[in-house]
């Protein structure tokens, strides 16, 4: 690879490199990289360093010795052969202004110019670690797992929660969305979303559409006792989505949806912690594909799932262990650590609830229930009001399937004595755990 006399030595400058040892994981911001190059790894890290902290294509003399000791990023890391493989690479805290610029300064700094470096032909952040320091300065979920399982009822007997978007996305009226929410919760659902499409739009109006279907999920409650959440989309500009948010509050809504990545994750980092709705917050990831679906180059989901928690997210799609966003292998393997971190310990944080959604119908369910287990919400539009006996029929059937799975029945057993589960099968077949 040709590159002027000076690029090289910018490469290979120890500034921007050190050893494992000397990096103290509570001072440090780490960021994983996976990159293809014909630079070798060692160098592709450093090229990293230099472009996302002090450096710049040549030697300069505005610098000083504060700026040289104290603000390098460094390499520490590589793992792969040649130019292909993983590099670490630690952002030391002294480089962030973390308390007002928030996560917007560090996505400049771990996910900045870095993608556009001719040097490298591939690049992914894969991963990234907060300190401790970090994360205490953020909230983290406000009501978490064990908030919405109080809401709903399941504390008790955890179990997955089976949600499901109105459908079609968008065209219907707030009585015929309200309807449909109605026989869906009647039908055994405990969560119901907007798509990430409808907002306000002249045909189903916000306001119109919250207070209608309060009033049937208040009849449901009525008449079961189940309460069941309706996350209404309140994605807009800042001002409008406050407006938004506070119209659906005053309305009865019991919880708020964000498209986080088309509204930008500073966005939603500001919307959570200037605005306490004592709601929660479930996260549509909308757009994500655009960064996350080449394994070779962008960011990965987890990175993003990362700072969905650390923001605010109560709920956060992430993807389905089986169904028509299901992925390659390599998304399977990402979804569990994905969904293990939202799950785990960290510094006190509460835990986000785990979303899977995407082309899901009771065949599914044993699949999606093996890779999640208890703690996870899943969510099926099609296959639920798909079912030919309608909305409440494909609820039904959706729970029948998550009770099969919860005392261990196979679902085809479990189907012979529940008609819904059985015609859902009829209709759209099982995937089998072998296929997984």
Partial sequence: MSRPEGERGIYLDETFYT??????????????????????????????????????WTEITTTNEWVKTRLPAKAFKTDGYGGTGFVWVAYPLDLFDLETSGIANVLSMVAGNLFGLSALKNVRLVDIEFPKEVVDIYVGPRIGIEGVRRLVGTDASPRPHLGTIVKPKVGLSPEQTAHVCYEAASGGVDFIKDDETLVNQKFCPLQDRVVRVMEALDRVKSESGRKVLFAVNVTADPGDMVRHAETAIDNGANTLMLDIVILGLPTVEWFIKSYDFRVPIHMHRAMHAAFTRNPRHGISMLVLA???????????????????MGGEESARIEIHQIIDFLRSEWHGKRR????ASGGIHPGFVPANYRVFGNDFVINAGGGIHGHPGGTRAGAAAMRQAIDACVKGVPIEEYAKIHRELRIALERWGQRRLSED
């Fill in 352 to 355: 986000t609830f785990p979303v």
């Fill in 19 to 56: 050893t494992p040892d000397s990096i103290d994981p509570e001072k440090y911001i780490i960021a994983k990289y996976y990159v293809e190059s014909e630079l070798d790894l060692k160098e592709s890290g450093i090229a990293i360093a230099t472009e996302e902290s002090i450096g710049t």
């Fill in 306 to 324: 990362k700072i969905a928690r650390l923001i605010g997210g109560d709920q956060l799609h992430v993807g389905s262990g089986a169904g028509k």
